[in-house]
């Protein structure tokens, strides 16, 4: 089974959704999709994009960014993501037009195509030029700042229906449309140290505990 709980760092946990395991995957791997399943599922519906319009997503490679990307290639979305040097043929092979958030992100974004929605996932103080791109605040979501009030753009933050992430998990992993790496696992006494390299905001995919 993999799924969601509360008070997982514990040798038991009851689990309050789960399903079957996906064939193919091991533990850890599993472990690492259902929380950021239900983000992008939940952010790509608030943002109302639709198949054959162009979603912007800042912050794309980490582990929301790597699930919304997917989800949007097999919907025909087309992604325009942004992240360091280091991930750009990552965001490529994911199926994103990319491009380096940092000094003139927003023209190069410019150059990539025109966009109709927009996604902050790095809480990276650009909810102006996102609001600017799109046209309109009602077509921007930030899951990450916390001045999404002053720019009139949503902030999502209340969960989604688990069960449906784990179905459509289990659906695009079947369909070979779905892969988040594990950057990196600790053992349950390294938590600390996870916690802490993971809110450097710098991790490609997921960052797993083995209990
Ligand atoms: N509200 C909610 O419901 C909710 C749910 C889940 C997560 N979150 C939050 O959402 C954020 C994203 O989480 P995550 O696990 O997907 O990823 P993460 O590890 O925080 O990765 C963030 C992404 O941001 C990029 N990035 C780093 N610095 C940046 C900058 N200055 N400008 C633009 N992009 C930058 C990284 O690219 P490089 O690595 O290439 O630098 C990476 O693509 C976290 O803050 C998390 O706490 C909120």
Same mark, same amino acid.
């Given at each position: 089974?993999?799924?969601?709980?509360?008070?997982?760092?514990?040798?038991?946990?009851?689990?309050?959704?789960?399903?079957?395991?996906?064939?193919?995957?091991?533990?850890?791997?599993?472990?690492?999709?259902?929380?950021?399943?239900?983000?992008?599922?939940?952010?790509?519906?608030?943002?109302?994009?639709?198949?054959?319009?162009?979603?912007?997503?800042?912050?794309? *490679? /980490?582990?929301? @960014? #790597?699930?919304?990307?997917?989800? =949007?290639?097999?919907? +025909?979305?087309?992604?325009? &993501?942004?992240?360091?040097?280091?991930?750009?043929?990552?965001?490529?092979?994911?199926?994103?037009?990319?491009?380096?958030?940092?000094?003139?992100?927003?023209?190069?974004?410019?150059?990539?195509?025109?966009?109709?929605?927009?996604?902050?996932?790095?809480?990276?103080?650009?909810?102006?030029?996102?609001?600017?791109?799109?046209?309109?605040?009602?077509?921007?979501?930030?899951?990450?700042?916390?001045?999404?009030?002053?720019?009139?753009?949503?902030? *999502? /933050?209340?969960? @989604? #229906?688990?069960?449906?992430?784990? =179905?459509?998990?289990? +659906?695009?992993?079947?369909? &070979?449309?779905?892969?988040?790496?594990?950057?990196?696992?600790?053992?349950?006494?390294?938590?600390?140290?996870?916690?802490?390299?993971?809110?450097?905001?710098?991790?490609?995919?997921?960052?797993?505990?083995?209990?």
């Amino acid at each position: 089974m993999f799924g969601e709980g509360t008070s997982t760092y514990a040798e038991f946990a009851v689990l309050s959704a789960w399903a079957r395991m996906p064939g193919g995957l091991t533990f850890e791997e599993a472990a690492g999709y259902p929380s950021v399943m239900e983000t992008a599922l939940r952010v790509i519906r608030e943002v109302g994009v639709r198949p054959g319009q162009t979603l912007l997503v800042s912050g794309a *490679s /980490g582990g929301v @960014g #790597s699930a919304v990307l997917q989800i =949007a290639r097999d919907r +025909g979305i087309t992604v325009i &993501g942004t992240a360091g040097v280091a991930n750009q043929d990552y965001l490529r092979s994911l199926g994103a037009l990319a491009t380096t958030y940092g000094e003139g992100w927003a023209e190069r974004v410019r150059r990539l195509g025109r966009v109709d929605a927009a996604l902050d996932l790095a809480g990276s103080s650009v909810l102006r030029e996102l609001v600017d791109l799109t046209g309109d605040p009602h077509r921007v979501v930030s899951i990450a700042d916390p001045a999404t009030a002053e720019f009139g753009v949503r902030f *999502s /933050g209340t969960a @989604g #229906s688990m069960p449906e992430a784990l =179905a459509e998990t289990t +659906g695009l992993l079947a369909r &070979g449309g779905l892969r988040i790496p594990v950057e990196k696992s600790y053992p349950l006494a390294e938590a600390a140290a996870a916690h802490i390299e993971s809110q450097a905001g710098h991790t490609r995919g997921r960052r797993v505990l083995i209990v």
